[in-house]
């Protein structure tokens, strides 16, 4: 709940979630992690839950979000 979400629009680069492969569409609600990796919010809320590693990436999450507040 501390990530930032916000509205995919068709400008943004990554073009699809890599958790369920399916393409972004205007409008969706995203979830930034901290190493500006993009994903759909509910896709990336069941992932962290899970795991708190970026599944593009594998930084980990909880790093990253220490790091920003510091």
């Given at each position: 709940?501390?990530?930032p979400t916000?509205?995919?629009?068709?400008?943004?680069?990554?073009?699809?979630?890599?958790i369920?492969?399916?393409?972004?569409?205007?409008?969706?609600?995203?979830?930034y992690?901290?190493?500006?990796?993009?994903?759909?919010?509910?896709?990336?809320?069941?992932?962290?839950?899970?795991?708190?590693?970026?599944?593009?990436?594998?930084?980990?999450?909880?790093?990253?979000?220490?790091?920003?507040?510091?």
């Open positions: 709940s501390q990530l916000g509205s995919y629009d068709q400008n943004k680069k990554n073009k699809e979630c890599v369920c492969m399916i393409d972004f569409e205007e409008n969706d609600t995203i979830k992690l901290p190493c500006l990796h993009t994903f759909h919010q509910k896709c990336i809320d069941t992932w962290l839950l899970r795991s708190l590693i970026c599944p593009s990436c594998m930084e980990p999450v909880d790093a990253g979000l220490l790091a920003a507040y510091e």
